[in-house]
């Protein structure tokens, strides 16, 4: 690609979605000077912010930065088991009722857009630092860059029904994970000839989450070896400024719309307000104020049991987990038949958190236990719909029940409870937004 060509095509939105976003994080050592030069994205100034930029833009798309609903991780949430809808937001209540996801609200479109522009900055501002730097080959911020445009790829992956790339054609949602793939790929190649061992570590961990979904278990494997069990790989939020907080943090607020009541994750989980709680502390939430107080939301009905999962603002958001690592060769032994296999990933993980450990006599129990695991491991980070996607092919257990369809005239209590799989929608996943399709003329 030459300075010209990227100057005509991508540059615009460089300047809209790197230099007004990334160059405000001040607390991050970088001073906001005011709207980007085309000419000046190729000053070597500009790396860092560049760099910034594709990861400012990735925690934007996927905590929805004051949303009171949780950008793309807390759709997922809604459609899945990890969230129950507490308000009358008609979209978000939809979803959680498993009612409909349209294509032209703004629920889906914003989702879809800032999930589009954090795979494309991230990919621009790889493709800029290139042409700044002497060796790209060996560049520690074109793998930096890189590496966020395969996790943000992957989140599309993730989230959504149906692939579209740059303006092309409708694909199946398996080329995004193979375009994230490709990213992870070169991040491995850069960071090997630099030696930048976390970026290495961080690449295999990525790799080894869309090869899962992409049914490449053996590679899923060979990947999620390389990462030892404590490694994480973080989002990093911050308080700074609007575009930069974790809006999940603001979705789990005490009298927000987001309600853990109603899903099994309030029966995993350790309610803080009981005076000597008990349950999965990875899963923490309240079922009180800090005053003691009960808390409906926004329905005048539901109870509002809000999750304490990202406590402030400025808490990072993990990408990938060493953890997670486990639970995927955990996970490849299960799909295998071997449970002894599984129950040692699992084990693995519990151990890391100082619990005890669990086992199986057979192997229905055995997928209850990794499903159960990994929801609690992975809560609110993102990985849940894509589970159960996956899970729904794939013999196991599968069976999470949680409150959806709201019953007249009666209390919460009676409302519909659902298997999650048992969904009148069609497919765990939000659709290609509006927008896309009128905009995009090859659709």
Request: aromatic fraction near 6%; hydrophobic fraction near 40%; charge should be negative.
């Amino acid at each position: 690609m030459t300075r010209q060509r990227y100057r005509r095509g991508l540059a615009p939105l460089m300047a809209a979605g790197v230099g007004a976003l990334a160059l405000s994080a001040c607390d991050l050592g970088v001073f906001d000077p005011g709207t980007i030069e085309h000419a000046d994205l190729f000053d070597p100034a500009a790396i860092q912010p560049l760099v910034i930029g594709a990861e400012r833009n990735l925690g934007r798309a996927i905590s929805g930065e004051t949303s009171p609903h949780g950008g793309i991780f807390g759709a997922g949430a809604y459609l899945t088991d990890e969230l129950v809808h507490s308000g009358q937001w008609v979209g978000i209540r939809d979803w959680s009722d498993a009612i409909t996801v349209p294509d032209d609200v703004a629920e889906t479109s914003t989702r879809w857009a800032h999930g589009q522009n954090a795979r494309g900055t991230a990919e621009s501002a790889a493709e800029v630092i290139r042409e700044v730097v002497d060796n790209p080959g060996t560049s520690i911020p074109v793998a930096t860059a890189t590496m966020w445009a395969g996790f943000a790829t992957r989140v599309l992956g993730d989230a959504f029904c149906s692939a579209v790339i740059d303006g092309g054609e409708e694909q199946p949602v398996s080329a995004f994970y193979q375009h994230a793939q490709a990213h992870f790929d070169e991040v491995l190649s850069i960071a090997n000839a630099a030696g930048a061992g976390d970026l290495v570590t961080a690449a295999h961990a990525g790799r080894a989450q869309v090869r899962m979904m992409l049914g490449d278990w053996t590679g899923a494997i060979a990947d999620a070896g390389q990462v030892p069990t404590d490694f994480v790989q973080e989002v990093r939020m911050s308080a700074n400024s609007t575009t930069e907080y974790n809006g999940l943090s603001v979705a789990f607020q005490e009298h927000a719309q987001a309600s853990i009541w109603g899903t099994p994750f309030a029966e995993y989980g350790m309610d803080l307000s009981d005076d000597d709680p008990s349950g999965d502390p990875r899963v923490p939430y309240n079922s009180l104020t800090a005053d003691g107080e009960e808390v409906t939301g926004g329905d005048d009905r539901r109870p509002n049991w809000f999750p304490r999962k990202y406590p402030s603002r400025d808490t990072n958001i993990p990408m990938a987990k060493g953890t997670e690592m486990r639970l995927i060769e955990a996970e490849a032994a299960l799909v295998g038949g071997d449970i002894d296999g599984a129950l040692a990933g699992i084990n693995a993980v519990r151990t890391h958190h100082g619990l005890g450990t669990v086992d199986a006599d057979n192997t229905e129990d055995a997928w209850y236990l990794l499903q159960r695991e990994r929801g609690i491991e992975l809560y609110a980070e993102g990985r849940r719909l894509p589970d159960i996607r996956r899970w729904s092919t794939t013999p196991g257990y599968a069976n999470f029940d949680v409150v959806r369809i709201e019953a007249s005239a009666q209390p919460p209590e009676a409302d519909e409870v659902r298997n999650v799989l048992d969904n009148p929608m069609g497919e765990l996943c939000l659709p290609m937004s509006r927008d896309e399709r009128n905009s995009n003329p090859n659709l």
